[in-house]
């Protein structure tokens, strides 16, 4: 079967998604969209070169009644965030971005799954479920996938074992009340902080109770750093984003940290955060309701609180 994507927004972020609908073979087309219509060109001109080397797949600019019969929609427009600059500070710009995108793309793909990528990724991820007019199960953010893997792939260096090893993850907001619940995390089903004294290599781990707070700092402070380093960050959340458009698509059912709207989960209410939900060819299937402890349950709604408090300083 013919597998249609549309991305909005031909940016870093976009193109690089893109790019890599095409070398994973997601996609048998994509439509790339973008205000600007010989950007939009460009990179699909420059990402369809490559195709000979891929999967069979179309990649072509559009307009948004190209999107039309799409299984996924991903959104990246947007103002990028600028060195210093926190996602949260971007938020009433790039909502009126996507509240001129809105009725545009839905008009024209109504069926399709939206995933939200731009920042703030939350607030969006809420504004564009409250105005799209799309059923909730059909919209989710990207939200902490990336923070995840981050976490994911830090942890695996210093237990000096496969990410596939690795169960953590990082709940909240993608941004600095982020959180990971020690409590579930596990590495190889056992307790994080209890691994190292089951295995007979515990010399080339490098993990202590402590270092917690410092690996939790490290994936919160990661996008920062990149984008203080070199302006932006678009490759990892570009393998990201497929990743989520591949479990969307194959239909399985998996457990994934995207951003959706909470109704009471964890006692948090009409805001979009990230927690554990099973995702799959009809979007959101459900929520992973989670043990969290009760100080992880604080932080839930601390981060939960922030978000809150954005949005409504916002014109929705």
């Known amino acids: 079967m013919s597998t249609k994507i549309t991305v909005i927004g031909a940016g870093s972020v976009g193109s690089a998604i893109t790019n890599d609908i095409m070398v994973q073979g997601i996609a048998s087309e994509v439509v790339l969209i973008d205000i600007n219509k010989q950007k939009a060109m460009g990179e699909a001109l420059d990402i369809y070169q490559g195709a000979p080397f891929c999967s069979p797949a179309i990649i072509r600019p559009g307009d948004y009644e190209d999107a039309a019969g799409s299984q996924i929609v991903i959104i990246t427009s947007g103002v990028p965030r600028k060195p210093g600059q926190t996602r949260l500070e971007l938020a009433q710009t790039n909502v009126n971005i996507l509240k001129d995108i809105a009725p545009k793309i839905v008009k024209y793909a109504p069926d399709a799954i939206y995933v939200l990528v731009s920042n703030p990724v939350d607030i969006l991820t809420y504004v564009f479920t409250k105005i799209s007019g799309i059923p909730e199960n059909r919209i989710l953010g990207s939200g902490t996938v990336l923070d995840t893997s981050r976490l994911q792939s830090e942890l695996a260096k210093r237990f000096h074992i496969s990410p596939k090893n690795v169960h953590a993850h990082v709940y909240g907001e993608h941004g600095d009340s982020a959180f990971v619940p020690w409590s579930l995390a596990t590495i190889a089903n056992n307790k994080i902080d209890d691994y190292k004294n089951n ?26 750093k990149v984008i203080q380093s070199k302006g932006a960050t678009f490759y990892a959340v570009a393998i990201s984003v497929c990743h989520i458009c591949k479990c969307i698509l194959n239909g399985s059912g998996t457990a994934l940290t ?59």
């Not at 202590?208 to 700092?217: G, K, T, Y």
């Not at 969290?292 to 014109?315: G, H, Q, V």
Request: charged share 25%; hydrophobic share 40%; net charge negative.
């Open 199 to 224: 295995v007979c290599i515990s010399d080339r781990i490098r993990w202590n109770a402590e270092d917690h707070q410092a690996v939790e700092d490290f994936v919160k402070q990661s996008g920062a």
């Open 258 to 316: 995207v951003s959706t709207v909470m109704h009471g989960e964890y006692g948090v209410e009409d805001v979009a955060l990230s927690t554990l939900a099973l995702v799959g060819n009809n979007g959101v299937h459900t929520k992973i309701i989670s043990p969290l402890t009760a100080e992880e349950t604080e932080k839930m709604r601390a981060s939960a609180k922030k978000l809150r408090e954005i949005i409504d300083s916002l014109e929705i």
